[in-house]
């Protein structure tokens, strides 16, 4: 009876191979949670996956400073519209005259008599994914403001949508524009800039001309784009664009 309790008092001394076995347990929880921590915390810091651009093209930055030549309007293969091109610069033999330009100056609207096209303008900038944005109205044009002002020196950009589930958009008859017709940009300063169309050209989306309309130029030059070809009842979007492209005029 006494051994009974003897050995109550004085239990048998575990393995050492168990307390290493407690030890390792530990230890492998501890470096499963700074695991679990350290992936959780590199799905956070990840950036989301770029997103489609839009319609109107990509615009890098690397396209907004002054360049020596300005790049020639693209032409679309498969467009089957009549287009012609920009003209033909001066010989190498003759001096070039000093590209004529206007002081630098917010654009408030548009005018195309010959189309009828008619509205004011708002600005527009760029998205996350460094597409351009686009106008929310449909009715209402939009200067990009990240590029130059109409008349000033390089190419000024103003977009607009072509037509919505209503009816007509602002730029619906873009696409009837024809070189030698003229587009007036009334700007802040109360002054008209007055433009000449040299070309009108349509694009597939997937071969939108981004250094043509965005890129750098040694003129003052316009360009108006918007949505066009078909469209296409499963994306609900058109497949081409339209871009016309002016020349400021010297007064």
């Known amino acids: 009876m006494s051994r009974h309790r ?18 390792y347990l530990a ?14 915390r590199y799905f956070a810091q990840s950036p989301p996956p770029p997103t489609p651009p839009t319609a109107l093209g990509t615009i890098p930055a690397a396209l907004t400073s002054p360049a020596a030549n300005p790049p020639p309007p693209l032409r679309d293969p498969q467009a089957n519209t009549d ?16 590209p004529f330009s206007l002081q630098s100056s917010p654009p408030v609207s ?5 189309v009828g096209i008619s509205s004011s ?9 460094h597409t351009i944005e686009v106008p929310t109205s449909y009715a209402q044009a939009a200067w990009y403001r990240f590029g130059p002002t109409p008349g000033a020196l390089g190419p000024a950009v103003i977009i607009g949508h072509v037509d919505s589930y209503k009816g007509p958009g602002v730029f619906f008859n873009l696409g009837d524009m024809r070189p030698g017709q003229v587009i007036d940009v009334t700007r802040a300063d109360h002054s008209v800039a007055q433009f000449r169309v040299d070309a009108i050209n349509s694009y597939s989306k997937n071969l939108f ?6 890129g750098p130029i040694n003129y ?9 070809g078909t469209f296409d009842d499963k994306t609900k979007n058109y497949e081409s664009n339209t871009v016309v ?6 007064p």
């Open 6 to 23: 003897f050995q109550q008092q004085n239990p048998t001394p575990r393995p050492a191979t168990t307390r290493r076995s407690r030890v």
């Open 27 to 40: 230890l492998g929880v501890v470096l499963f949670a700074i695991a679990a921590l350290t992936i959780g």
């Open 83 to 98: 287009l012609t091109a920009t003209p033909t610069p001066p010989s190498a033999s003759a001096p070039a005259p000093a």
């Open 110 to 114: 548009v005018r195309a008599s010959t």
């Open 121 to 129: 303008l708002v600005q527009v900038g760029l998205n996350k994914d």
């Open 209 to 214: 001309p981004t250094e043509a309309v965005y």
């Open 220 to 228: 003052a030059g316009l360009r108006l784009v918007t949505c066009g």
């Open 245 to 250: 492209f002016a020349t400021l005029i010297h």
